[in-house]
């Protein structure tokens, strides 16, 4: 039987894939089975800057749903993160109810301080080799997804790395969980379903964009004079159409947005002259999720596609596979909440192994918003998917805004090499751009 040990920081996600992995993956590593896991926190007091119990809670929960009751997980607070003697008697402490059951002892220092890691690497080899017991210890590089195992076997040290890209296999789900969200998305609309179905909206939407861009702009304007309104006060502008629904008849360009009219029940009301007639809420919500896709959606939905198509052709295998028919995996118009936070947004994302892939999507072709959308997603997929991530901005900017707006963006993030910006000339052929971009990566 085998104890793991997790030293837990900020960052629950480097805990959770080494638990996952060691429990549901590979146990040759250890030569043993995980029965028991201690996770180690900061405690909060006036010495500790901040508590990481929250964090080590999530991560307790997460490990559990992996082996249902058959994991004993415990949780141990540090009283002070920085002072070598404090943390070698917490640790000695925490292991007076559970050593003795284990013949071997495994340490991971992904997570906590610099501080944390050395003494506790120096206490639990002291009371390892004490007891006799078998001692090794991992680092998991989160930038490489690798592993890093080292061991005294018999006197020479064993080192060895095992690349974790496509062994440990996470869902939105976990990444949101493990952060303290819980989705709220409009609707789920990752299905793959839309695929078939012809002259859809977005369908319509891209055809417009790519034959008809005067038209385009003219929709987007006459679609603004009647349902701009903000999010929570949708409904309170609808029933207003009742009192002036002549006006916006006479006012509105009808050549221009005919195509557009069957898919907005209040308008098509409006055209007919039947807007007296009682407004429903399925009614209500048709005109909400349709306005939304024909000012932007559709690019999100169109880029997910894509994606969808450029990936099917790859050479997929048992263990190099990407679950585009899983919802949690792949999908757009994610929507999360965290209590005291703001609310968490990605256009599209992708999870190839436990690599997360965000992708914002605008229509903009002004350097600011872009920038700005840029730097929101390169923050959003750091603060769930970890040093790893990886980051796309799709944008309709022109090839020099494009190529000016990437290092710049890079010099001022941590992102390098795993950010790539696109503008309006790789519109046809976004999606295997896309799916190139995270193979070469490690996908």
């Known amino acids: 039987m085998a104890l793991l040990v997790l030293l837990q920081g900020f960052n629950p996600l480097p805990n959770y894939v080494v638990a996952n992995y060691l429990l549901s993956s590979d146990q040759t590593l250890l030569d043993d089975t995980v029965e028991e896991i201690l996770v180690f926190y900061s405690e909060k007091n006036q010495v500790n800057a901040r508590s990481t119990c929250e964090f080590a809670c999530?991560?307790?929960?997460?490990?559990?749903?992996?082996?249902?009751?058959?994991?004993?997980?415990?949780?141990?607070?540090?009283?002070?993160?920085?002072?070598?003697?404090?943390?070698?008697?917490?640790?000695?402490?925490?292991?007076?109810?559970?050593?003795?059951?284990?013949?071997?002892?495994?340490?991971?220092?992904?997570?906590?301080?610099?501080?944390?890691?050395?003494?506790?690497?120096?206490?639990?080899?002291?009371?390892?080799?004490?007891?006799?017991?078998?001692?090794?210890?991992?680092?998991?590089?989160?930038?490489?997804?690798?592993?890093?195992?080292?061991?005294?076997?018999?006197?020479?040290?064993?080192?060895?790395?095992?690349?974790?890209?496509?062994?440990?296999?996470?869902?939105?789900?976990?990444?949101?969980?493990?952060?303290?969200?819980?989705?709220?998305?409009?609707k789920n609309t990752a299905s793959t379903d839309s695929l078939e179905i012809k002259d859809s909206l977005p369908d319509l939407m891209v055809k417009m964009w790519k034959e008809h861009r005067e038209q385009y702009g003219i929709i987007q304007a006459e679609i603004k004079k009647v349902f701009y309104f903000s999010e929570g006060k949708y409904q309170h502008g609808v029933i207003k159409f009742n009192t002036n629904a002549d006006q916006v008849k006479s006012e509105l360009d009808w050549n221009a947005i005919d195509p557009v009219v069957p898919y907005l029940p209040t308008l098509q009301r409006i055209k007919d002259g039947t807007y007296h007639t009682a407004l429903t809420g399925k009614v209500i919500k048709a005109d909400e999720y349709n306005v939304r896709c024909i000012r932007g959606i559709w690019f999100e939905d169109y880029v997910r596609r894509q994606i969808y198509q450029a990936a099917e052709k790859l050479d997929q295998t048992v263990e190099h596979s990407w679950a585009l028919n899983i919802p949690d995996t792949f999908g757009q118009s994610l929507?999360?909440?965290?209590?005291?936070?703001?609310?968490?947004?990605?256009?599209?994302?992708?999870?190839?192994?436990?690599?997360?892939?965000?992708?914002?999507?605008?229509?903009?072709?002004?350097?600011?918003?872009?920038?700005?959308?840029?730097?929101?997603?390169?923050?959003?997929?750091?603060?769930?998917?970890?040093?790893?991530?990886?980051?796309?901005?799709?944008?309709?900017?022109?090839?020099?805004?494009?190529?000016?707006?990437?290092?710049?963006?890079?010099?001022?993030?941590?992102?390098?090499?795993?950010?790539?910006?696109?503008?309006?000339?790789?519109?046809?052929?976004?999606?295997?751009?896309?799916?190139?971009?995270?193979?070469?990566?490690g996908g």
């Open 58 to 186: 999530r991560v307790k929960t997460e490990i559990e749903k992996l082996k249902p009751g058959q994991i004993k997980i415990a949780l141990k607070p540090l009283s002070n993160i920085n002072d070598g003697q404090k943390i070698r008697r917490d640790i000695d402490n925490g292991l007076k109810e559970s050593i003795g059951a284990h013949q071997s002892v495994h340490l991971s220092y992904s997570g906590g301080t610099k501080s944390t890691s050395v003494h506790s690497y120096m206490a639990f080899e002291t009371i390892c080799k004490n007891r006799g017991l078998r001692f090794s210890t991992s680092y998991l590089d989160d930038r490489r997804h690798v592993l890093y195992w080292n061991e005294m076997r018999e006197g020479v040290a064993d080192g060895r790395s095992v690349g974790l890209y496509y062994k440990v296999k996470m869902t939105m789900g976990e990444f949101l969980s493990l952060h303290g969200y819980k989705n709220c998305s409009d």
């Open 335 to 441: 929507k999360a909440k965290r209590t005291g936070q703001e609310k968490f947004e990605l256009d599209v994302y992708l999870i190839v192994g436990y690599q997360l892939i965000g992708i914002s999507v605008t229509t903009d072709a002004s350097r600011h918003v872009c920038k700005s959308k840029g730097f929101e997603v390169i923050h959003r997929t750091r603060q769930i998917g970890g040093d790893g991530r990886m980051a796309f901005l799709v944008t309709m900017l022109s090839n020099m805004n494009r190529d000016n707006l990437k290092p710049e963006l890079e010099s001022d993030s941590d992102i390098s090499e795993r950010f790539q910006v696109f503008g309006e000339s790789d519109f046809d052929t976004i999606g295997s751009k896309i799916v190139e971009a995270v193979k070469i990566y």
